[in-house]
């Protein structure tokens, strides 16, 4: 990001050298569990006076504009280095709100005289702003579990650290955690025992803001965190051009070599992020969602129920708009956490189904609900006793998960969240089978209903088709003959009727050709024959990538299909948007 001109309100400048590019405001508040998008109008540099625009259909506005004060998030996306995200956050803005239209509202906000603010104890805190950056590790247990993150601010006091999203199920707010690593562009350290003091979603894409104190500081710990937070106000005032003494980057944040070759990295990873599909960002959106929620319940004791038939809805209507599409972009998800991966999954092939039975069906909204909550007590399980549901789990971990249903249900009690008949079936049942081998309480064939058999047989079919807890994942056909000899679990009629609607080669798929050429299955015909892919990898050439759309009649220059294969076996990343 460019470094801001020398002039006016400080706070104002950095908002105008951020919305020289593709941007968005997130207008946050703790009272409730989802942001308000909204565009700047109108931006008075000298004054430091800013005007928001906002469309809000509910009736508590005042939420947003508490006490005459609102909190937000501004995001940008550098044009000439696609998916680099720049992020400024304010809090306790002086603001006005005035309604304009039926739904849409003026929030009118005077800025802050600098980009330092005072904290409630009396530090100073330095927002990370216009480039500047430092990594941190958090080490939530003691050689167990790390999460990596980005310094947001940084006080004598504490700090903001945005993580991903999907690492937040690990972090609740009160937790004294082991330490806290910042390590700075020219390669100096900092380590610290902190505590969390707050969380929440950080922005529009699947980022957490994780607030930090430092504690049980040493007397050399406190002189080094002193030095830091000067350098690193000397580097904002030098960005911002807040102060004209300072002409020049704070040594602290030029990269040494090891920093340029990460920043590197991270750019080939933005940039194919940025080919990213409509589609597929309207799932992934999905599952960034499902993740906020869960953080909502564990952090704040709210049960987001606004947010989670949002996605429901979502899922719906992207699966009605372009089924093939919906079906492929679900393969996209192969990066984000097991749990929230099969409750998509499941969920966007059970409303599939549902729909392709009966297009009017009464019961797809609350049973797809029910899918996309099944999996959410996974989360609510971890400790110290199971610190990730990453790791390759020992047999007292994988008991400890099986009370996955029971934590679900008991946290919704809690919240006094009560389900419809058809959501707590698929809730409670999910994970029943035919024959009383299922749990949680062996129930038999008798008590299942049959939306509950529809997604047991869905269930089994992704486990098998996906790598976990170590165990290799199975070809689709491999899979589909499991559970046919295991007839009396599962519901044969409802696995021939998978079989007819997804094929042996599902889209989604890394298939093998006989040319030694492996691509992504995107289109099958009526007999769940493959008849578009895309061509990722000549294995005679295996350090080259490919990227080529084929159809059928060009299908003779990579040869005959051989069969669906494990991306992993392949070093194969996640399947390409088209």
């Known amino acids: 990001m460019a470094k801001a001109k020398l002039s006016g309100n400080p706070s104002a ?35 430091g006076r800013m005007v928001l625009e906002a469309q809000y259909n509910g009736r508590d506005i005042e939420n947003y504009v508490s006490d005459g004060r609102l909190s937000f998030d501004i995001e940008a996306l550098n044009a000439s280095e696609p998916g680099e995200r720049e992020v400024y956050s304010i809090s306790n803005v002086a603001a006005k709100a005035l309604k304009t239209d039926s739904s849409i509202y003026r929030l009118d906000c005077q800025l802050p005289g600098s980009v330092f603010l005072e904290e409630n104890r009396g530090a100073v805190r330095i927002p990370f702003i216009l480039g500047m950056q430092a990594r941190v590790s958090v080490e939530v247990y003691p050689h167990e579990l790390t999460i990596p993150g980005r310094l947001r601010n940084l006080s004598a006091g504490g700090c903001m650290v945005d993580i ?40 529009n894409y699947g980022r957490a803001a994780v607030g930090l104190q430092f504690v049980n500081l040493t007397t050399a710990q406190l002189e ?33 070599a090891k920093e340029k070759r990460i920043l590197q990295r991270e750019q080939q990873d933005r940039q194919k992020r940025a080919r990213q599909s409509p589609m597929e960002r309207g799932v992934l959106e999905i599952a960034h969602q499902l993740q906020i929620g869960l953080m909502y319940m564990k952090t704040r004791e709210i049960f987001p129920e606004e947010t989670l038939y949002d996605c ?39 409303a599939d189904m549902m729909l392709m039975r009966d297009p009017h069906t009464p019961h797809a909204r609350e049973a797809v609900l029910g899918a996309l909550l099944h999996t959410m007590g996974k989360p609510l399980l971890i400790s110290e006793e199971l610190p990730s549901l990453k790791v390759h789990m020992k047999p007292y971990q994988k008991e400890i998960l099986k009370n996955h249903v029971a934590s679900l249900r008991d946290k919704l009690q809690e919240l006094k969240w009560f389900s419809s008949p058809v959501c707590q079936d698929v809730l409670e049942n999910a994970n029943e089978r035919l024959d009383g081998s299922g749990y949680p309480a062996r129930k038999r064939s008798s008590q299942l209903s049959e939306i509950v058999r529809l ?49 042996l080669y599902p889209i989604g798929s890394l298939a093998k050709f006989s040319g030694g050429f492996l691509a992504w299955i ?44 494990n991306p992993a076996d392949y070093g194969i990343p996640r399947v390409r948007s088209l």
């Open 224 to 256: 080094a965190l002193s030095q830091y937070v000067l350098e690193a106000e000397r580097e904002a005032a030098y960005r911002t051009g807040s102060n004209a003494k300072v002409t020049s980057h704070s040594l602290l944040f030029i990269p040494g």
């Open 455 to 503: 997604v047991s047989l869905l269930k089994i079919v992704n486990k098998l088709t996906h790598e976990r807890n170590g165990i290799a994942p199975r070809p689709p056909l491999d899979a589909y003959r499991w559970v046919n000899e295991a007839s009396a679990a599962f519901d044969k009629t409802v696995l021939v009727e998978y079989i007819q609607n997804y094929g």
């Open 13 to 47: 400048q950095v908002i105008r050298a951020l919305i020289q590019h593709k941007y968005k405001i997130s207008i946050y508040s703790k009272y409730l569990t989802y942001a308000l998008p909204a565009e700047v109008v109108e931006l008075d540099l000298d004054a």
């Open 522 to 565: 995107v289109d099958i015909n009526s007999k769940g024959v493959p008849v578009r892919v895309n061509v990722v990898k000549n294995l005679a050439f295996k350090d080259t990538n490919i990227d080529s759309i084929l159809d059928t009649d060009d299908f003779a220059q990579i040869g005959k299909l051989e069969g669906v294969v």
């Open 164 to 203: 991903d999203i999907a690492e937040s199920i690990a972090i609740n707010v009160g937790l004294v955690i082991p330490g806290i690593a910042m390590e700075f562009p020219n390669g100096d350290r900092f380590f610290s025992e902190a505590c969390i003091r707050h969380m929440r979603p950080f922005g």
């Open 312 to 350: 429901t809805d979502a899922l719906l209507y992207l699966v009605s708009q372009d089924r093939k599409a919906f079906l492929y972009a679900l393969a996209f998800l192969r990066d984000e956490p097991d749990w929230v991966r099969h409750a998509i999954q499941v969920a966007g092939r059970l």
